[in-house]
């Protein structure tokens, strides 16, 4: 019988503009978004990487992330009327975590970073599997006036993290001292980097948004300047780690088109007095009957590691999933967010189990950051 998609062509993985770079590190790479990217690197992986990050300086590249333009008069008044947090909350010059939901179900299609550039200008960043759907829903909604550009390809993001990098930066001649979730503008080696005070590991950092052509120049220039401070290239492994001990959600694990902002305890991200986003309908009425499911925090009380799509017990009753687990190379413990039954009644400190590989294993319910964040 013959095989019905055998001759269906599969687009091949893209590849960031600093593959070659990565190759010559030793990188080890994997599948993220329809991208190939590092996933560790060698000389000390995982671990080491995490690490320098805690620790002095690491640098990501994460050009895979998306990125989006909506320009014209009411660019931001559109956006602000489509996506769950209040643009108006903001001035420009600042950039802001927003979530795209889906307006029939509350569901989380993407969630974003905005930079608000001026009413008529906002830039985008979504996450890499993502950016075709959200642009999409983005431009069958725009009026004639707006237009949803996708640059996906046209960047390069950088993320330089750690306790060390804005020294580092400095020493490049790159603006640093703009508050948290602020952006600012500066040139390296010819090229125009914008330098946004966000990221995603809990320490302070920046994330650089470059021309895709200029991606080597300023990853060499980095490097260069780097190794006073300890700087070390990091992978999407590292990433996670980090992210996870912060509690920060990864999409299509923790925040989904099945998991809502009001389960995934992203209220916060939502301007629940706007008179109109996608998905608010539904969100305002989950909000006011409360959330079947809630996303805790899971703490290791014994060796068990937690990993995604393990069921958690109280007792002989199955009340939810693990979202998001691993090591915590920091707490030197194993971490998780799982979604838990309301109707279950476990409060923080209490203990549960999860079923691994057959056996239970302890672990207690705590609330998120399993580190202090230093992001400020």
């Keep these: 019988m013959t095989n019905a998609t055998a001759d269906v062509p599969v687009a091949p993985p893209r590849r960031s503009p600093l593959h070659e770079r990565h190759t010559a590190l030793g990188a080890k790479f994997a599948a993220f978004g ?33 990125k989006a333009r909506v320009t014209g008069p009411g660019a931001v008044d559109f956006v602000n009327s489509c996506l769950t947090n209040d643009l108006d909350r903001i001035a420009a010059g600042k950039a802001q975590y927003t979530l795209c939901c889906d307006d029939a179900t509350g569901g989380v299609v993407d969630d974003i970073i905005a930079y608000r550039y001026a009413d008529d200008h906002v830039f985008l960043v979504p996450n890499a599997a993502n950016t075709a759907e959200v642009v999409r829903r983005l431009r069958a909604a725009a009026p004639p006036s707006v237009t949803v550009t996708d640059e996906h390809e046209a960047h390069a993001v950088l993320a330089v993290q750690g306790p060390q990098s804005a020294e580092l930066l400095d020493k490049l001649g790159l603006p640093t001292g ?3 979730m602020s952006f600012s503008t500066g040139i390296l080696d010819g090229a125009e980097v914008v330098v946004c005070r966000t990221g995603y590991t809990g320490e302070h950092g920046y994330e650089l948004v470059v021309p895709a052509g200029s991606a080597v120049a300023v990853w060499d220039a980095l490097h260069a300047a780097g190794t006073a401070y300890g700087l070390r290239a990091c992978g999407l492994g590292a990433r996670d780690t980090l992210r996870t ?10 925040l989904s088109l099945e998991i809502t902002p009001v389960q995934a ?19 305002l009425a989950e909000k006011a009957a409360g959330p079947r499911r809630t996303l805790r925090g899971l703490e290791a009380v014994d060796r068990g590691i937690p990993r995604a799509g393990m069921t958690a017990y109280a007792g002989d009753t199955a009340i939810g999933t ?28 209490e203990t549960v189990e999860l079923d691994v590989r057959g056996r239970r294993a302890a672990v207690r319910v705590v609330r998120p950051p399993f580190v202090t964040p230093s992001v400020k």
């Design 34 to 66: 329809g991208w190939q990217m590092p996933l560790e690197y060698a000389g000390g992986g995982v671990l080491a990487e995490h690490t320098a990050v805690r620790t002095a300086v690491g640098v990501f590249d994460v050009s895979h992330l998306g």
């Design 178 to 180: 703009h508050e948290y």
């Design 245 to 254: 001990e912060m509690g920060y959600p990864l999409h299509g694990q923790d």
């Design 265 to 283: 305890r992203s209220g916060w991200a939502v301007g629940w007095q706007k008179p109109a986003f996608w998905g608010r309908d539904v969100l």
């Design 322 to 349: 693990v979202t998001s687990g691993t090591f915590s190379p920091t707490r030197k413990v194993g971490i998780a967010l799982a979604l838990l039954d309301t109707a279950a009644g476990i409060a923080d400190g």
